[in-house]
Structures are given as structure tokens and as C-alpha cells.
């Protein structure tokens, strides 16, 4: 499995822009596919946005269609999580994790970075 790092969470004003990263070890990115995860405080652990190991197909939770984009950069071993139009509701703990080729969960997870959005 890979190491997951993410970074560029912070504290911004509703309406802004915030762009994630996510760092990943090793030369088998590529392979994997990739999600954005995201925990409120008080909350379950949700789901955010879902990429496939090439990039060819990404797939969001309905509420932050338009909003939020995911990509990723296998050049780079890198994924982001573009969130635009910004709202106190996205206030949370973001995740990034990682799912190998044939597997049916996500077997490495990032440590988390904060986005706390004020209004």
C-alpha cells in the first residue's frame, strides 16, 4: 500500500477556495484508485469524491456536485480535491485513501487535514 500525506487545509470565509493535495509514497500510484473522504465534528466519516487509477472516471457525493472537483497528477503521485464556493457546512477533517486494484475498500488513509470554513 502506499503512504498517504494530505495538505493545504486551513481557515478561509464562505464563498472561497481551498485546493487539497495528497502526497503519495512509492512508484505504484498509478495503480491505485484514489478518494476524498471528509469527518464533521460529531459526525460519521462521509464521502467526498472518487477517482479511478488513470483518472479516466470520478464520481462525487450528489450534495457537492459542482463545487468540488477531484483529480490527480500519477506523474507526480499526487491527488487534489478543488472545493470552490466554500460553506461552514464543509467545515471537517478532509481524507484522502487509497483503493489497490481488485480490492473492495480503501486500505491506506492520510493523517487528515482541517478545513474549517467560517461564515
Known amino acids: 500500500q502506499v503512504q498517504l500525506v494530505e495538505s493545504g487545509g486551513g481557515l478561509v470565509q464562505a464563498g472561497d477556495s481551498l485546493r487539497l493535495s495528497c502526497a503519495a509514497s512509492g512508484r505504484t500510484f498509478s495503480t491505485y484508485s484514489m478518494g476524498w473522504f471528509r469527518q464533521a465534528p460529531g459526525k460519521e466519516r462521509e464521502f467526498v469524491a472518487f477517482?479511478?487509477?488513470?483518472?479516466?472516471?470520478?464520481y462525487y457525493a450528489d450534495s457537492l456536485k459542482g463545487r468540488f472537483t477531484i483529480s490527480r497528477d500519477n506523474a507526480k503521485n499526487t491527488l487534489y480535491l478543488q472545493m470552490n464556493s466554500l460553506k461552514p457546512e464543509d467545515t471537517a477533517v478532509y481524507y484522502c485513501a487509497s483503493r489497490a486494484k481488485g480490492a473492495t475498500d480503501f486500505g491506506s488513509w492520510g493523517q487528515g487535514t482541517q478545513v474549517t470554513v467560517s461564515s
Open positions: 477517482i479511478t487509477w488513470l483518472g479516466g472516471s470520478t
